[in-house]
């Protein structure tokens, strides 16, 4: 070899030696030490997870491309600092229960480029997120998200075939190495390690940037990617407003910032997706004062059952009448809200009232009978005329908001979904984001925004057989996993799975009443649903009675069985009542109820519905049960096909 030749290789070698020195390698773990976490910056910024000792996560590469640079490449670390944190957060909204313990170990990293990573290490997961510190406003070209799973695993892939989508999916258990590279989902998905534990992957504090997507690489890794900014919309109608063409970049934002935060949830077995709580503790605590005007409640819901309502001397319909029928109907049962739904105001002008709707009668009613009004109104019109709009609704007395096919989660409609939450909030107005992304934790920043949609609720009952007992059972563990669920339960008209049929002004659902009636103790939404007609629930006053009792929100929540896909069963605390509904596949269950929660040394009363025994014939079957119970007492419960069990004990 020519000297020249050595002097190559020499410098070849010192250089690959010298980029192997550079590497650092930062190593945190959760309080309780079952989840580690290994960061190596470098070369590549990569981080990986072990539970257990048992690697979970492989090495994975991370990066944000800002102004044409990667960051998270070629780096170099200023400083690392270590810090654990240990406190208890009291929510607006007692979704899941009255007091969250945020605790956990954070690893922050701070880089020559201007920019910082932060590691948060919980007992129930890990998180991540960038912070620039650039000046002026900065182009953010793209985000390498990674999970790259150290074994064969499978997922729930709630499956998309367009960033335009409501994100209301079924979810499809697949191997993730059959995943090819074209197909993609929204998020939370849900992914299964063979040992039993359960990694749920979404976001939070999603402000100013477009929301995180996953795709495929027909490998065991899932690569993040997110909708680029809308250049050109095309509006169809009064609702579609459709992009028709992307950038080639995610955002453009404040160079100084905090970036949304990347979640991997750990949960050692099903049951522990119910009570995570990470979607909440990393979102942005509220900056509102005054929080006493948010008020949880029920809500009868007028659209679902087409206002069918019979037994009345007027024409009903989405009219004044109609809706003072629906005030009384709230009023007399104890119910917080009505809703009005499409049709009160001429669509494609919010401000123009339905002729057969007089608001300030209706408005002055309600408040006569201490009723709230919700109004829907399709985003596109809404903003159109935000201020002026919210405006009237303030004069009106209006207590709340239902938005509508948004359809979208790019950077500009993001910041819509802000925009209305903040000037919502200034006129002490509630909103329920419906055709909407996933939460990421807005319902802790601006708790007006009471519940949302992004599932595939009851009202695809009308038009098809998608809503089964397996879906319902599946929905608890992934999209009520990042946040309140709006999914509307509440029929009255139940059917076995081969008596179903979708009919679109008398809809039924699949399952029986009971399985219906357990969904009020199960899905967590602080502004509930009863989406069936009032005449239902005045002819089934015995099921009706219990289902009004059920609150919406929560001083406790404990999950005493629970398997995504095929059954759960959950007691919940309000106060110093316990609730506890049950609800399975198309699987009949027998399952047994251990009432060790219960206070020691008293006597309980327990008010019980369950699937009577010709439920899996005749789904409407049920029976009623009440009985002493006390603390150490087992009940065996069984569940029809698409069966439920509910109680009721104080």
């Not at 359809?407 to 409609?413: C, K, L």
């Not at 139940?494 to 179903?500: E, R």
Request: aromatic share 12%; proline share 4%; net charge neutral.
């Amino acid at each position: 070899m020519t000297m020249k030749g050595l002097i190559i290789m020499f410098a070849a070698l010192f250089l690959a030696g010298s980029l192997i020195a550079g590497d650092k390698t930062f190593n945190i773990q959760s309080p309780d030490n079952r989840i580690s976490v290994t960061v190596v910056t470098g070369a590549k910024t990569t981080y990986s997870v072990k539970v257990d000792g048992k690697e979970i996560l492989a090495p994975s590469p991370l990066s944000l491309t800002v102004n044409g640079k990667i960051l998270g490449e070629n780096t170099k670390v200023k400083k690392n600092k270590q810090v654990t944190v240990d406190e208890k957060i009291s929510p607006v909204l007692k979704t899941k229960c009255a007091v969250i313990r945020n605790h956990y170990n954070q690893l922050a990293l701070s880089f020559s480029d201007q920019f910082g990573l932060v590691f948060r290490v919980f007992n129930e997961g890990v998180a991540y997120r960038f912070t620039t510190a650039f000046p002026g406003e900065i182009t953010v070209d793209a985000e390498q998200v990674t999970y790259q799973f150290a074994g064969d695993n499978q997922i729930w892939f709630p499956e998309e075939e367009s960033f335009q989508s409501h994100n209301e999916r079924l979810y499809k258990h697949l191997a993730v190495k059959d995943i090819g590279d074209s197909r993609f989902c929204s998020t939370p998905a849900l992914v299964e390690v063979p040992e039993g534990i359960r990694l749920a992957i979404s976001e939070s504090h999603l402000e100013d940037y477009a929301g995180l997507w996953l795709k495929g690489t027909g490998s065991n890794t899932l690569k993040g990617i997110f909708p680029g900014y809308p250049l050109e919309v095309q509006q169809r109608n009064d609702r579609d407003v459709v992009v028709t063409r992307h950038a080639g970049w995610l955002a453009k934002t404040a160079g100084t910032r905090e970036f949304p935060w990347r979640i991997m949830a750990v949960a050692y077995n099903d049951g522990e997706l119910i009570t995570n709580q990470l979607v909440y503790l990393l979102s942005k605590p509220t900056s509102l004062e005054d929080t006493s005007w948010i008020k949880p409640g029920k809500v009868p819901w007028d659209w679902w059952n087409a206002n069918n309502i019979t037994g009345v001397d007027f024409r009903a319909g989405v009219n004044t009448n109609t809706y003072k029928y629906y005030i009384d109907f709230a009023a007399d049962n104890g119910l917080e809200y009505v809703v009005l739904d499409e049709g009160w105001y001429k669509l494609g002008n919010i401000m123009q009232l339905s002729p057969d709707i007089n608001m300030d009668e209706l408005a002055a009613y309600a408040k006569k009978r201490n009723v709230g009004i919700v109004l829907w109104a399709v985003w596109k019109s809404l903003d159109d005329k935000l201020v002026e709009a919210l405006d009237q609704f303030e004069k009106w007395g209006i207590k709340g908001i239902k938005v509508d096919f948004m359809q979208r989660d790019d950077q500009w409609m993001v910041n819509y979904y802000y925009r209305v939450a903040k000037e919502a909030a200034k006129r002490k107005i509630l909103v329920d984001f419906h055709g909407a992304y996933k939460p990421c934790g807005l319902n802790r920043q601006y708790p007006n925004v009471i519940t949302g949609e992004g599932v595939r609720g009851l009202e695809n009952s009308k038009w098809s057989a998608d809503i089964t007992p397996e879906h319902d059972v599946t929905l608890p563990f992934i999209r009520m996993w990042a946040g309140p669920m709006d999914f509307t339960p509440g029929a009255m008209i139940n059917a076995t799975k081969s008596d179903f049929k979708a009919v679109f002004n008398k809809p039924m659902s699949q399952g029986t009443r009971c399985h219906q009636m357990a969904m009020y103790v199960v899905y967590e939404s602080p502004l509930q649903m009863l989406a069936d007609n009032p005449v239902h629930y005045q002819k089934e006053a015995e099921c009706f009675d219990f289902i009004k009792k059920v609150p919406t929100v929560w001083d406790e929540t404990r999950v005493l069985e629970a398997k995504t896909g095929q059954y759960i069963l959950l007691a919940r605390r309000n106060g110093n009542k316990w609730y506890l509904g049950g609800m399975t596949n198309w699987d009949a269950r027998e399952l047994t109820v251990d009432l060790s929660f219960l206070e020691t040394g008293k006597n309980w009363s327990a008010e019980i519905v369950q699937d009577g025994i010709n439920a899996d014939r005749n789904a409407v079957d049920y029976k009623k049960i009440t009985r002493t119970v006390k603390s150490g007492d087992k009940i065996t419960l069984k569940m029809a096909p698409g069966g439920g069990w509910c109680a009721r004990i104080e």
